[in-house]
DNA sequence: AACTTAATGTGTTTAATTTACACATTAAAC
DNA sequence: GTTTAATGTGTAAATTAAACACATTAAGTT
């Protein structure tokens, strides 16, 4: 059940009572960052959320948001409210879009700049504070707060472009990890199959992988191959990356 | 020579004196436009600028920007501030990213959401107004005023993805058009050469040109065909387009 | 009228990339 | 020892992209 308890409520809210008493100010739109954070976890893509606390929205599930200070940079505030809601830090934030409509937030005019990131959800341990905080499985994300709906698509669509124009993901899994593992993140982003052996080829082509001469261990079928990223080497050949295709 | 006449100043200008005196307001962060107007001019691709009248860039050139009403959408703050400042009105803008650094605007914390459009400056007559406004080359674009400079770039770069993912600029070129001029569109935005041949090959493998049976007139040369798009085949074929590619 | 100029229109070959597809192997679990 | 569930591997076909040259046309020039 979320906890709606008044001495913990968001700088949002606080500050969106301040802004709607200042009714002839011309400057009267807020700031606010909202961080659809992707986990990958157990071959599945998944999303943190938390409950949100306000009136109009009560139980019903939001993206991680807060209001921008007057003296932070836009990008710092993104991780500075990502840090406060899940203790999160070494986690690197993309923005995405920003949304605008006058009356997207119930509580005043609060224009907000989505940014994403994705994670490997056993590699992060979560600071649960004042409201609930869950992953979700994305394909089961439905009729989130506000039009929370909208920059979540958005950001899955953002997501969903990315990976198929840079090979990403190394981050997601462990150091060593097999082929399978890789293939995986890629479906479970994708939300596709895709062949094994074709699969395979591609990224062994990209030459990012070094054979580490390992094998996975304590897995119920004949072990996989374990393999590195060689980030260096990703490094150099992104420059020459290029190419006109309609 | 820019007019800075006190009687004909920005929006902007006026907002920001206002929010430098309320320090103590919690809610200090001022929201801003900026349009960055590219157009396709005899085989050139041309930015608008407009020479800034703020002290501290005096007479360098700048975006077409202004602050974004706490009444209006988002979008229709950007269509409102290109019409006021170019008059121009039927042009599609697209928004690309929103610039938030602190010190980004002299004048105080002024976060601005950059959008971008690709027109045909031929098909479009400018209201100058209070400032001079001018098509510049964009391979001579340098030192803009404020953060422009980066917007500036970043909208290019945005541009030149963008036309490789969807044939685009077909409300750039006459309603019939050759197909020499569509290479120079593409030519003009990549800043690219490509082989002739190869290129009238993809265009028409994409079956969206139309021969409309009727050649160029009073050119210096043998004159070319000229084609239509079909833009019904066009948002048909859209929707397939899919794939994988690193 | 003849010549020059500057562009158009056209096809093929080669290389590169992408897709489809099947079977033997391995380690753990029972 | 048998079953289970996965790994690892190669080739052929189809598609797509790239490289490349010459005859044609209309206007402009002399």
Redesign the pocket.
Known sequence: MPNSDQSLQSAAQKSLRIIQSEVENINKIALSVDCVIFGFDESKLKVLLIRSDLKNYHGKWSLLGDLVFPNEDLDAAAYRILKQRTGLSDVYLEQVHTFGKINRHPAGRVVSVAYYSLINVQHHKLNILENELHWHDVKSVTDLAFDHQQIFDTCLQQLQKRVQEHPLGFNLLPRKF????L?NLYEAILDIKM????F???FF?MDFLTDINE???????????LYKFDFDKYEKKKKKMS????
């Open positions: 097999s082929l399978r593992e293939q062949d094994r052996r074709n395979r080829k591609k082509a094998m996975e261990q304590d897995v119920a079928h004949r072990p996989g191959k190419g006109i295709d309609f």
